[in-house]
């Protein structure tokens, strides 16, 4: 068995998902590294994130399932759930031996009933949170705190971002130590202790007092956490995503 580690993000899974095809790997494990516990006989293999590689993975999928296939696929990534990266490899393997046959309909097949369960519980979750998400406002800075169970933060942005297009806003997960701050023009993902954000040469002086004010009022404890930056779902992919817009 050849493990293969990633990065966490959904570019690097992909990554990692063409080079299974790319070295014709037939007994391959795919698993975060930040997971990864070795044994003495495992085969390890570092994969690189390569947005081309991805990218191939990507239209591959749109071209056999469509844009609803590649947001299942996205969803399911997105629960996080135990072997959910592997239930999708095997998946896309199907997809490659009959890509004329509806391979996410076959609900009798173990991997596509745990993909659809994760991609429907996220879609729920996404729908929850444009409902019942409040924000506060503290100075000029409208922010909510919210901790899902799963990992929706990028797939409400697109909804809050047009709702309240003419309000600075920020979402914040504590859980997983991320964020998205919202400037009037663009959305800025963030994690506390990002090193580089807040210099002068890159924000504001509004914005830096905005971003002071929002940590001190939640009284975050900084932590390292950059997987779950916006790498983990870059904006172009948002375009599967149709149930999040507006």
Request: charged letters at 25%; one cysteine or more.
């Amino acid at each position: 068995m050849i493990y293969l580690l990633y990065d966490s993000s959904f570019e690097g899974f992909l990554t990692a998902i063409f080079t299974t095809f790319e070295y014709r790997y037939s007994q391959v494990y795919i698993v975060a590294q930040h997971h990864y516990s070795p044994t003495l006989f495992d085969e390890e293999q570092i994969i690189y994130t390569n947005s081309t590689k991805a990218q191939r993975v990507l239209t591959k999928i749109e071209n056999c399932w469509g844009k609803e296939g590649v947001s299942v696929v996205l969803k399911a990534f997105l629960s996080q759930e135990e072997r959910i990266e592997n239930d999708l490899l095997e998946a896309i393997c199907m997809m490659i031996r009959h890509p004329k046959e509806k391979v996410l309909d076959n609900f009798a097949h173990g991997a596509i009933v745990h993909i659809r369960k994760a991609a429907k519980s996220v879609g729920r979750e996404v729908h929850r949170l444009k409902e019942f998400v409040r924000f506060e406002k503290v100075g000029e800075l409208y922010f909510a705190k919210i901790a899902p169970k799963y990992d929706v933060l990028p797939l409400v942005v697109p909804h809050f971002k047009v709702r309240f297009s003419d309000q600075k806003w920020v979402l914040f997960d504590p859980d997983r130590a991320y964020g998205f701050y919202y400037d009037l023009k663009e959305v800025i993902s963030f994690t506390p202790s990002d090193k580089d954000f807040g210099k002068p040469s890159q924000l504001s002086d509004d914005y830096q007092r905005l971003w002071k004010t929002y940590f001190q009022h939640i009284n975050i404890t900084e932590r390292k956490n950059s997987r779950y930056q916006l790498s983990s779902m870059p904006k172009r992919y948002w375009q599967y995503l149709p149930e999040v817009e507006g």
